[in-house]
């Protein structure tokens, strides 16, 4: 069971897959204006740049601490080119090197850069009265996230005040398909963006009770749409259940979902309706004030439950 005493959590940011297209054919780029008509379809690359994201997509999408020498393949560089790169990036904090062991790691200037921008959607505090509200109702912790690029990303956290409570830190990742909320926003898309998202994800057990198949998925997802909200039972962390709503924006497309996690102990099964109503009710409130107009007919059905 990973549960957590601690009240306080050092973000650790995770920050998903990207994909660059490195030119090592040429040592320089000529600059030139580019016209303002064809800016957002522009070929022309920066290569330094590239390289430089193409570099933090590697630290981030490794399950431990990179050496140059298990970069430069991965971006085929030279060693010396890569050992500047990473020099710069040192610099400016968006790397930091272990002295130690001479490996590299993200910086948290990343995590301070990821943050002002979330600041800037305003989506902590459009979210943070319901989210509030939430962990006062129930007690338990609350979650507030968005699907990036085929994974949950936690965006806010309202922790709760028990002894035993989740661990989960804002800034972190998650599977889509073992988690209530993303399982919620899963649900809010059309068939084939779910494939795309368990082609490139797959679906590996985590626990014994983990969707493994598509199949169960889909069914999973229709009965997600049908109630109204998600259910983690026990499906990423033994003894962990959460239940989880989607927010749409003023389009009605998916904005982000909430949910209300805790020990299983504590959020029996028998309290899951409760909690799925509540945490619906609050998810439709902030669709509202986003500008969302769903039907009444719906709205009225699973406010109803």
Partial sequence: MAFSIQKDFLPS?????????????????????????????????????????????????????????????????????????????????????????????????????????????????????????LQRQFGETVFFCVLDDGQVFYVEKVESQQSVRTACTVGSRAPAYCTAVGKAMLAELVEAEVSGIVRRWGLKAVTANTITTGTALRAELRAVRSRGYAIDDEEKEEGLRCVSAAVRGHSGKLFAAMSVSGPAFRMTKERVPEIGQAVMRAANELSAELGYQGAPLEVARRAAG
């Avoid at 020498?69 to 904090?93: D, F, G, I, N």
């Fill in 13 to 133: 940011p995770r920050w998903g897959p990207f994909i660059f297209s490195l030119d090592n054919r040429k040592s320089s780029h000529i600059m030139a204006r580019v016209p303002q008509s064809k800016t957002p379809a522009s070929p022309y690359k920066v290569q330094v740049l590239d390289r430089a994201l193409a570099a933090l997509a590697i630290l981030a999408n490794s399950s431990s601490d990179c050496s140059l020498a298990e970069l430069c393949p991965a971006l085929k560089l030279h060693k010396s080119t890569v050992h500047r790169l990473m020099m710069v990036l040192e610099q400016h904090r968006l790397v930091v090197k272990n002295p130690e062991t001479g490996r590299y790691r993200l910086g948290l200037r990343l995590y301070e850069l990821g943050s002002r921008a979330i600041d800037g959607l305003d989506l902590r505090g459009r979210a943070r009265p319901y989210l509030d509200r």
